[in-house]
């Protein structure tokens, strides 16, 4: 599998990009981003992009793939409704139809988050993106929605507070994880069940934290 990775300098990405890296199945990623992810890897490519939404420029470089993983978010701290759909659901969405129209036989899974079925603006937001992704006819497409999220060794948030969450919660992180299934997860479990939502392994469209942790197993 050829494998397109949007998201990989943050926590979610990061994790994911080690999985699909350690991935037998994965034949080569490619990360897209505004900036290089840090990682060196023989079976790791990446397009940097200063400008996301140009993606005209750059098509020629996004067929023959077979999959995305969409792990790049924002915060809603601080946003109006407009400003927040402006990166999580049209630039999701623009590129989530690009990809689909150069590569027919295409999957497609978004990370979405936790509580996105609750009433808040950013879930409302989410909802509108997983119900468009699931209109469009990929060949397999998913959504996750993490809750609490156990980052692998060197991986940190780039929001603030999450981090700071992290740190003084990471010694009791094993046995949340364990006790809680149902709303924390790891970043290896959560990579491992992105990587199959676009294999075709799971057996519904949305991924709360029990089944992350199912299909990441």
Known sequence: MKLMLLGATGMV??????????????????SVGRRPCGVQH??????????????????SQLSGWDACVWALGISSVGLDETAYARITEDLTLLWARTLLRLNPEF??????AGGADGRAMWARVRRRVESALKAL????AGCVRPMLIRPGP???SRVAFYQATLALSRPFFPTIVKLFPRISTTSERLGRAMLN?????????????????????
């Open 137 to 140: 006819p990929f060949r397999y």
């Open 154 to 156: 060197g991986i940190r």
């Open 13 to 30: 990405g990061s994790g994911t990009l080690r999985e699909a890296l350690a991935d037998p199945e994965i034949e080569v990623v490619l």
């Open 107 to 112: 999957s497609f899974c978004y990370c979405s």
């Open 197 to 217: 939502v676009v294999k075709g392994r799971v057996d519904r469209y949305i991924l709360e934290s029990t089944d992350i942790n199912r299909f990441g197993a």
């Open 42 to 59: 023989p079976k790791l490519r990446e397009l940097i992009l200063p400008d996301l939404f140009e993606i005209g420029p750059v098509e």
